[in-house]
């Protein structure tokens, strides 16, 4: 099916853990983001893609890591989790910007830093 | 900067009341303008769009127009329905902002029947 997904679903870890959060596009879209929601702080970008192998920081990036070896996938890495990064995370694609930037955005991964 | 204003929620109305979410932007450039809705567990989902001053976007009898003179995009609705009950965001996308949007805080809205 078409679209965008995200895995897991939920996720529960531990504090110092290495977690990824997976994200795949069907639409061979240029553009793909990730987006933590937390109460009171709205959508926050963390990281985004232009195309396959251009990353750039966002936001609030410190403690992510992400990658794009593929135009499809956009994993996003919590190196070490801590208890601040308990929150919705989002992925988003994009065809391209201006007129063509309205946003595709995955179900969310609900993670929980114990 | 590019930031965008919404008006504060929680927002709550008996159902076939009239909705009005208000939105301001301020952008370096000419922004193409965008509702988002967010049902409950779900991600975003594009509502109506706009791209150019004047142009109105509409879907499910949602409506807002692009006001270059008062900067403003304003969602309305003449009749809610206890199913409109969500967030709603106002977001702005540029040419020249590679791509990423920004976003209002989000304005919840809880229809009753």
């Known amino acids: 099916d078409a679209g965008i997904t995200q895995s897991p679903r939920y996720k529960i870890t531990e504090t110092g853990r290495q977690v990824t959060l997976m994200c795949h596009q069907t639409w061979s879209h240029s553009y793909m983001f990730w987006y933590r929601q937390d109460l009171g702080h709205g959508l926050r970008l963390i990281y985004y893609s232009a195309a396959a192998d251009i990353t750039d920081k966002g936001e609030v990036p410190d403690g992510y890591v992400v990658s794009r070896s593929k135009t499809e996938n956009f994993p996003l890495t919590l190196e070490s989790a801590t208890r601040s990064q308990t929150s919705v995370y989002f992925c988003?694609?994009?065809?391209?910007?201006?007129?063509?930037?309205?946003?595709?955005f995955g179900n969310g991964t609900r993670l929980t830093v114990t | 900067g590019n930031s965008v204003t919404q008006m504060e929620g929680p927002v709550t109305l008996s159902e076939e009341a009239f909705l009005t979410i208000n939105c301001t932007y301020t952008?370096?450039?000419?922004?193409?303008l965008f509702w988002y809705v967010q049902y409950p567990g779900e991600g975003l989902q594009l509502l109506l769009k706009a791209t150019k001053a004047d142009d109105k976007g509409s879907n499910k009898g949602f409506e807002a127009t692009y006001r270059k003179e008062t900067t403003s995009f304003h969602l309305e609705k003449g009749s809610v329905q206890v199913s409109d009950s969500a967030v709603y965001f106002c977001?702005?996308?540029?040419?020249?902002?590679?791509?990423?949007?920004?976003f209002g805080d989000g304005t919840t809205l809880t229809v009753k029947p």
């Open positions: 977001a702005l996308g540029l040419n020249t902002n590679a791509g990423k949007s920004t």
């Open positions: 952008a370096t450039g000419y922004p193409s």
């Open positions: 988003a694609s994009s065809a391209g910007t201006g007129e063509n930037s309205p946003l595709h």
